[in-house]
């Protein structure tokens, strides 16, 4: 059933994108559903989708993290200035170092964020909202407020921009190896339950690697329509579309299968049960942090190679966004539930919304109050929703 | 040379902001002994067996476990020990299912890199094992226990305790939610439990759910013991007169806690 009701969110979180992908693809005379949005699409909602899924664990822990925005400002700077300032520009390592740096910078921001709430017992929304003030204030010190600009060319890949994609038949291969794998571990899951004897219809599954064929087809297929400027040559699919697969990934499998994501759910439901049994509390919502804030600095790449530039206002207000989005996406406020997947799915709820007011000619200030009211409705639908759970 | 005691605490302390919660209490458990700690709300019981459970750490006394002295600083290390608690509360994630709740902070899991992956499957069938054993009626193993009764809410905190191979198990007021027919079920299984040797401590504030299981007593007051000794050299009544004015009687040697009577019967 735990799995059922997620299953059940998930999929009316579907619904109603595609009632916003169709309604927005009418209201806008057809620019909607076209190879050219959906690609922007998917680029723009990796940066807000990648630290969402992050956010799902802090949230999980019933904890908050509101300084994803300046911390995301910070490590941005702290690359460009590896890359651009420090380094040789002509090295070949230059750009991965500065990555590397930025990692470091976001565990190192996780792990300031992590120690005052979990040991110095702080709380988080305190720790946080001082941490969106400290980070961006150092996010200027860092170049007294200078763009610092461009990035060298490998470093532009993560922007998903003209070189940032794949290609037609690299992305075939990436999706054809995607199913394969998924085929696989549908395989081992029923072999294994097999040998538990316990007998599991076959027929879930194959419709189930059927479902991630179709969607993958689709996806490679459209990703393989946007072509390059001037040409005939289908872009495929973008690297920021391949690093936010892979990171959900990830967070679903720590989320579901270690000890670690166990643990992060447990908190989120009953502390002082947690602590009774003899989970190390404090550790797990340390690493929580830690995590996010290396989260942050992979958005950071995406953000920064983006724009190409490292300037000190990058990802303000995105703390809004990844919050809303994780909400949206079904994860509680008040701890203990809510998955990965549906937090990815929310942040591409925000950005259809938002690139489909674009398309129809809303102002700005129209986007901001079209999408606090969804926010507001999906938090009392999710109320609704947890009520009848309960009943 | 004598067979050392399963527990032996000596001169247990704890104080909470300079209110002494338990103070200089001594007790014992041998293997298919049954302890009675009685005792108010408030009298400190939970707290010292909250000191035997690893969660809160002593301030002073000595505890020893099979005649060795431990540090008892995490329930991580009392689980090690062999030492299993029912608490109050019964300590569930009340999120996660019967099995997840199981194993928590246990789970059967193998290291991979810096996680620890675990086999769920396993966790799961055994889960249905131990809980079947408990109540064969039991069948929402794959339902948040937020959404589970009292009873079956118990049976996962009881089963828990039990997967483990105890040796010695608290249980604190294990049925203070239940119903007849489970306070029947919680009573035959502590006295299968005691004769396959283990070592029980059995905390109540209530003397009627107690006075039939136990071997031995102890009532606390205050956090000071106001006697001890065995059930067969009381009776009822006086347990209560102990519990409620901390009035030990004649045949009991009185503790720390006991209030003293003047020549005229009267307490001072």
């Given at each position: 059933m735990k799995l059922g009701?997620?299953?059940?969110?998930?999929?009316?979180?579907?619904?109603?994108?595609?009632?916003?992908?169709?309604?927005?693809?009418?209201?806008?005379?057809?620019?909607?559903?076209?190879?050219?949005?959906i690609y922007n699409l998917v680029v723009q909602t990796s940066v807000v989708a990648i630290m969402a899924t992050g956010m799902t664990f802090v949230i999980v822990t019933r904890n908050i993290d509101l300084s994803v925005g300046s911390s995301l400002g910070l490590i941005g700077m702290v690359i460009a200035l590896v890359q651009i300032k420090w380094l040789p520009g002509d090295a070949a390592w230059n750009w991965p170092l500065s990555i590397l740096a930025g990692l470091a910078c976001g565990a190192l921001i996780g792990a300031w964020n992590g120690l005052w709430v979990a040991y110095a017992r702080v709380p988080s929304f305190v720790v946080t909202l001082g941490g969106l003030l400290i980070f961006r204030g150092m996010a200027f010190e860092t170049a007294q407020g200078r763009t610092l600009a461009p990035f060298q060319d490998g470093y532009l890949v993560f922007g998903g921009g003209i070189q940032g994609a794949i290609g037609e038949s690299a992305s075939w291969m990436v999706g054809l190896v995607g199913v394969a794998l998924y085929a696989v571990t549908q395989v081992v899951a029923h072999l294994r339950a097999a040998r538990m004897s316990r007998n599991e219809p076959v027929r879930r599954r194959v419709l189930k690697v059927l479902a991630v064929l179709l969607v993958m087809g689709a996806f490679v297929w459209i990703m393989n329509?946007?072509?390059?400027?001037?040409?005939?040559?289908?872009?495929?699919?973008?690297?920021?579309?391949?690093?936010?697969?892979?990171?959900?990934?990830?967070?679903?499998?720590?989320?579901?299968?270690?000890?670690?994501?166990?643990?992060?759910?447990?908190?989120?439901?009953?502390?002082?049960?947690?602590r009774l049994v003899g989970i190390n509390t404090r550790k797990t919502v340390f690493f929580v942090y830690v995590l996010m804030g290396v989260l942050a600095a992979v958005a950071a790449v995406i953000a920064t190679a983006r724009l190409n530039a490292g300037t000190s206002s990058t990802g303000e207000l995105l703390e809004l966004s990844v919050i809303a989005a994780a909400v949206i996406g079904g994860v509680s406020l008040s701890g203990g539930r809510g998955s990965v997947a549906a937090a990815v799915i929310g942040a591409l709820v925000i950005q259809s919304l938002d690139s489909g007011m674009v398309l129809v000619g809303a102002s700005s200030s129209m986007r901001m109050i079209a999408i606090g009211l969804i926010l507001t409705i999906a938090v009392f639908a999710d109320n609704q929703f947890a009520r009848e759970a309960k009943e | 040379m004598t067979q050392p005691h399963l527990v032996n605490m000596q001169g247990v302390s704890k104080s909470f902001g300079g209110i002494h919660a338990v103070k200089g209490i001594d007790l014992t458990l041998d293997a298919g002994e049954v302890v009675a700690v009685l005792g108010h709300n408030g009298a400190g019981k939970s707290t010292l067996m909250k000191m035997l459970a690893g969660a809160y750490q002593r301030d002073l006394g000595d505890i020893q476990v099979h005649g060795q002295s431990v540090a008892l600083s995490s329930p991580a290390e009392a689980h090690d020990l062999g030492i299993e608690t029912i608490y109050q509360t019964l300590a569930l994630a009340d999120n996660l299912d019967a099995s997840a709740n199981l194993f928590l902070g246990r789970e059967i899991a193998w290291r991979f890199g810096p996680f620890r992956v675990m086999d769920q499957a396993r966790m799961r069938d055994q889960t249905a094992q131990v809980i079947a054993r408990l109540n064969p009626h039991f069948d929402a193993l794959d339902v948040p226990c937020r959404s589970l009764s009292g009873g079956q809410r118990q049976t996962i905190?009881?089963?828990?305790?039990?997967?483990?191979?105890?040796?010695?198990?608290?249980?604190?007021?294990?049925?203070?939610?239940?119903g007849p027919h489970e306070t029947a079920m919680v009573a035959d299984l502590t006295r299968r439990l005691k004769s396959q040797g283990l070592g029980i401590f059995l905390i109540s504030h209530d003397v009627h759910d107690v006075f039939d299981l136990a071997d031995r007593f102890i009532v606390m007051k205050g956090g000071q013991e106001v006697g001890s000794g065995r059930i067969s050299e009381v009776t009822k009544d006086e347990v209560l007169g102990m519990v409620i004015m901390g009035r030990c009687p004649a045949q009991i040697r009185p503790g720390p806690g006991a209030s003293m009577l003047d020549e005229h019967g009267a307490q001072t």
């Open positions: 009701t997620e299953g059940a969110r998930i999929l009316s979180l579907l619904a109603l994108l595609a009632v916003i992908a169709v309604g927005f693809h009418i209201a806008s005379g057809g620019l909607f559903l076209t190879p050219r949005n329509a946007y072509n390059l400027p001037r040409s005939d040559i289908g872009r495929g699919i973008p690297v920021p579309a391949l690093v936010l697969i892979a990171i959900v990934l990830m967070m679903e499998w720590i989320g579901r299968a270690t000890t670690f994501g166990r643990h992060s759910y447990a908190i989120g439901g009953g502390m002082e049960a947690s | 905190a009881i089963a828990r305790a039990l997967q483990f191979d105890a040796r010695i198990l608290i249980m604190d007021e294990p049925t203070a939610a239940l």
